[in-house]
């Protein structure tokens, strides 16, 4: 008969194996339902208040490291709100 811990380490490696062999499936799944819900659900027209600020690599470099300085921040949003 099986010592307790030899079941335990069964029982273990199979739902490891599960684990593995399922994750993939129903991440699929989960990802298929939240396409699904957006598909239904349609557009939904965008909040123009909302700005996105690209910073690149160049820029990064030439006013320093993370976090910037907030009058960068403030320079660029007054750039596009006062146009």
Request: hydrophobic share 45%; proline share 2%; net charge positive.
């Amino acid at each position: 008969m099986f010592q307790r811990r030899e079941v335990y380490t069964l029982l273990l490696i199979a739902v490891a194996v599960l684990h593995f062999i399922l994750s993939k499936p129903i991440t699929n799944l989960d990802k298929g339902f939240s396409d699904l819900q957006f598909e239904l659900r349609g557009q939904v027209e965008t909040d123009s208040s909302i700005v996105t600020l690209y910073i690149d690599n160049a820029i990064m470099d030439s006013l320093g490291r993370v976090p910037l300085k907030w009058i960068y921040y403030a320079r660029n949003f007054s750039r596009i709100w006062y146009k």
